[in-house]
């Protein structure tokens, strides 16, 4: 084994992915956890006797990168591919959006609204060069090619629950990078929607993904709570914990949200903490609810009426095989809200009646006693708003500080936050460090 030895902080995929191949470059790496298990955003809890996600997750046909860490870790054979279906929930009704039929059927929209809003879809799906839509507003884009009428009543929807106010601030490749990974899970010709989940869930990824990097010599030390990281005079970076233990490495990445690696890494220059610091980020606040009944046949339901508090409905059981609930149907209800929203002052309680009352106007047929356990899972960075010329206002993988790195989701430029992005930054930074290193 190579005798430099690096500490990652967080223990998320972006902590275990650098992990993994810095191990596999023979490194010595030590993987430092917060909380008591890995996974972060990705992973599970106990609703009950069921253990799944704690956030949904699904895993889409172009997820190669995913799909090969899956491989890596002897799960390929655990995916399951689904064909699934979207539905629609407008003026207090449930649609499906899932073929080209039912598209022309879509209520509220005229002839000509629906060709314009199917041929946003294409020009956007065609689209190669993004860098030129960071420089215009979101709201602008989808009014030029889709029209008035259709923006008022579809994207603005959408943008809101999506992106809460901050869609004003939003440029265009939000919903480029969007559109580009759902029609990606299309395939050509059917243009079904494949998605695809391992059988255990992200429970098993992160079990398997954290059995691999053993077996690599990573050491994995959870309930480490990172304080501060700094340069000593020896040339080392020492990582002190809450708990006032310390470890010093060669090298040091820290892959947490922008601001609070900003707070963490003592010695950056202004210029450095100001790029951090203006990182926006949402969060997110999602319900949880086992019912021992389907709802709908739709994985998703995107929803247009503003007296809805949560973003979407998603049905998770509509793709997962319902063994893995213990026969019932698991359904997520996220709302997303910037990370001042006043949300966070509400208790579980407050927020579950909530939710769960318009759920249950939503589809009247659920009784309260259909409901097995309804539970509350928030985090407060989860997805940076992308900003007008976002890309060229982010701050360097690199930092003043030698031999100290912050590599987190906000380095995905070009791509929605999910797993496969999350892999993509990981290994494309780490390979930048190691090249000029
Ligand atoms: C609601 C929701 C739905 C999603 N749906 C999908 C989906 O369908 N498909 C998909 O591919 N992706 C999806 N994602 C995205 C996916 O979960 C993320 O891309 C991925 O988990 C990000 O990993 P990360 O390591 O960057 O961040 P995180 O998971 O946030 O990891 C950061 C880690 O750092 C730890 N940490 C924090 N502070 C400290 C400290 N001081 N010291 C040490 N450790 C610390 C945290 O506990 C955490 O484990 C979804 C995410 C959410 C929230």
Redesign the pocket.
């Known amino acids: 084994m190579d005798s430099e030895k690096w500490g990652i902080?967080?223990?998320?995929?972006?902590?275990?992915t650098l992990s993994h191949r810095l191990s596999q470059k023979g490194k010595n790496v030590t993987l430092?956890?917060?909380?008591s298990e890995?996974?972060?955003?990705?992973?599970s809890w106990k609703m009950d006797d069921v253990e799944w996600d704690k956030?949904?997750?699904?895993?889409?046909l172009s997820?190669f990168r995913?799909r090969n860490i899956l491989k890596e870790i002897g799960l390929e054979d655990e995916l399951n591919w689904v064909e699934t279906k979207t539905g629609f929930y407008i003026n207090r009704k449930l649609y499906s959006m899932s073929d080209t039929i039912e598209f022309l059927k879509f209520p509220t929209l005229n002839l000509i609204d629906k060709f314009r809003l199917g041929l946003t879809i294409i020009v956007a799906s065609r689209i190669k060069n993004w860098k030129r839509l960071e420089k215009i507003p979101v709201t602008t884009w989808l009014n030029l090619w889709s029209g008035k009428n259709t923006f008022n009543k579809i994207w603005l929807p959408l943008l809101r629950a999506k992106l809460g106010e901050s869609y004003k601030k939003t440029s265009a490749v939000f919903i480029w990078a969007t559109i580009q990974r759902l029609y990606g899970a299309r395939r050509s010709g059917l243009k079904k929607e494949m998605f695809g989940y391992v059988s255990g869930g992200y429970k098993k990824i992160i079990k398997s993904f954290k059995e691999t990097l053993i077996a690599q010599n990573v050491v994995i030390k959870t309930n480490?709570?990172?304080?501060a990281v700094k340069k000593l005079s020896t040339g080392k970076i020492e990582i002190t914990?809450?708990s006032g233990f310390t470890e010093q490495f060669d090298k040091v990445i820290v892959?947490?949200?922008a601001g609070?690696s900003a707070q963490?890494c003592q010695g950056l220059t202004q210029a450095e903490i100001q790029k951090l610091n203006g990182i926006e980020y949402l969060g997110?606040v999602?319900v949880s609810v086992l019912l021992n009944k389907p709802i709908s046949e739709f994985y998703i339901t995107n929803i247009t009426d503003s007296w809805v508090p949560f973003t979407g409905v998603i049905e998770m059981s509509a793709l997962v095989d319902k063994k893995y609930f213990n026969g019932n149907s698991l359904i997520?209800l996220?709302k997303y809200v910037t990370s001042d929203d006043k949300i966070y002052d509400q208790s579980d309680e407050e927020i579950k009646e909530s939710f769960i009352e318009i759920f249950k106007k939503m589809y009247p047929w659920i009784k309260q006693e259909d409901i097995k356990f309804a539970g509350v899972a928030r985090?407060r960075?989860?997805?940076t708003v992308a900003k007008l010329n976002y890309s060229e206002n982010l701050p360097e993988i690199k930092t003043s500080i030698p031999d100290l790195f912050i590599i987190?989701?906000s380095h995905i430029k070009d791509g929605t936050?999910?797993?496969?992005?999350?892999v993509r930054v990981a290994e494309s930074k780490l390979n930048e460090i190691l090249e000029k290193s």
Request: proline fraction near 4%; aromatic fraction near 10%; hydrophobic fraction near 45%.
């Open positions: 902080i967080g223990g998320g995929i972006m902590g275990m430092f956890e917060a909380a890995l996974g972060g955003l990705a992973s956030f949904y997750h699904v895993i889409l997820d995913t480490h709570s990172a304080k914990f809450k892959t947490l949200p609070i963490l997110v999602c997520y996220p985090a960075n989860v997805i987190n989701t936050l999910n797993v496969n992005e999350t």
